[in-house]
Each structure stands twice: as C-alpha cells, then as structure tokens.
T-cell receptor, first 114, second 107 residues
Framework: NAGVMQNPRHLVRRRGQEARLRCSPMKGHSHVYWYRQLPEEGLKFMVYLQKENIIDESGMPKERFSAEFPKEGPSILRIQQVVRGDSAAYFC????????????FGPGTRLTVL | AQRVTQPEKLLSVFKGAPVELKCNYSYSGSPELFWYVQYSRQRLQLLLRHISRESIKGFTADLNKGETSFHLKKPFAQEEDSAMYYCALWGAQKLVFGQGTRLTINP
C-alpha cells in the first residue's frame, strides 16, 4: 500500500490561473479530507468528502474553491482565479471507516502564486 | 467552537533532558485528542491518541479534563525526536489542529 498520494508536489501559478490538486487515498479508504496550511500556521480543515458526496465543506472559502471525489479516480481540489493569498501547503488525508478517526496524510502540494 | 492551542512555537532542549510539549483545548463535548508528528522531509503521521493510553517512542500524553490539557511528555529526549509536533482534536467529523511546536534536541 503506497499510502496517500498527492500530485503535483509543487505547483506554481500566476494570479488568475486555475490550480488543480489531486489526492489518491489509501487503498480501501473512502473518506478524504483536505487541509490548508498557511505559513507559520497549523493545518486548517477545508472539506470532507466521501465517494461522490461532499459531507462537510464548512472550512472552504465560498468562492473560487471546489472539491470533488468521484466514483473513479482521485479527489480533486480546484482553485479558480488564484490570488497570492492562496499560496500555501495543501494536505490531503484519508480515513477508513474502521480506523477510529486515525487519518493518514499525503505529502502535500505546495502552491505558489506569483 | 473547537480550538487547540500550542503556546510554544519553538522548543529546544538538550539530549537526555525531559521534554514537555503543551497543548490546551476548548471543546463542548467529550474530546478525542491526538498528537501528530512530522519529521524532516516526511509526511505527517500519528504519534499517539489519548484513548489508547499507550507510550510511543517513549512519549506519553495524559488527558486532563479539569485543565483541558493534553501535554506530550518524554523523560529523556533523543536527537531523533527533533521534529514538528501537532496536537489535534477530533470533533464534528474533522480534526482541528494546533499551530504546532518545532522541537529541537541539541546534542
């Protein structure tokens, strides 16, 4: 089991472009979480998804941000019309229903907006 | 609202000395608390959780509901303990993290 995979590891975008971040959960895990870490801060919850469903998106900005976890393929976090303030590390974590709330983290994607 | 506070951003101790990383929380329900660790160039991983009441790599953490604390302790620090440590609280189907403490063990 390769663990949670995220790609790309580093992403550079100019203001106004779109950023797409991908997350492949651990095999057999059906729960995916996205977190954002701004410089000098802890991880902040953004969204919780199960296959084809958004369970909780209370931590996600209302505009420009969206997330999906389709039946097939990775979970995608999309940021449209990026701004400098979106520069951060974005972490994905997956969880098994039976893992008693233990989350397994990916290596993160570091987004830099020029 | 759920909140986790780690008052120390940086903590530096000598090898062999005791270590205590502080964590305080705010939560209206029954808390479930974790410590996660991130070693250099590695991903975030679970160190321990309060319900297990176990010792991992010599670290222990006791939940003190009266003081709303979950401090992480180790009696004798080792150089390989140098890392970033995050305290986290599980509630409403998500983890809430503290800001993290960077622990440096000096030889």
């Amino acid at each position: 089991n390769a663990g949670v995979m995220q790609n790309p590891r580093h992403l550079v975008r100019r203001r106004g472009q779109e950023a797409r971040l991908r997350c492949s959960p651990m095999k057999g895990h059906s729960h995916v979480y996205w977190y954002r870490q701004l410089p000098e801060e802890g991880l902040k919850f953004m969204v919780y998804l199960q296959k084809e469903n958004i369970i909780d998106e209370s931590g996600m900005p209302k505009e420009r941000f969206s997330a999906e976890f389709p039946k097939e393929g990775p979970s995608i976090l999309r940021i449209q019309q990026v701004v400098r303030g979106d520069s951060a590390a974005y972490f994905c974590a997956s969880q098994d229903t039976r893992s008693y709330n233990e989350q397994f983290f990916g290596p993160g994607t570091r987004l830099t907006v020029l | 609202a759920q909140r986790v506070t780690q008052p120390e951003k940086l903590l530096s101790v000598f090898k062999g000395a005791p270590v205590e990383l502080k964590c305080n929380y705010s939560y209206s329900g029954s808390p479930e608390l974790f410590w996660y660790v991130q070693y250099s160039r590695q991903r975030l991983q679970l160190l321990l959780r309060h319900i297990s009441r176990e010792s991992i790599k010599g670290f222990t953490a006791d939940l003190n509901k009266g003081e709303t604390s979950f401090h992480l302790k180790k009696p004798f620090a080792q150089e390989e303990d140098s890392a970033m440590y995050y305290c986290a609280l599980w509630g409403a189907q998500k983890l809430v993290f503290g800001q993290g403490t960077r622990l440096t063990i000096n030889p």
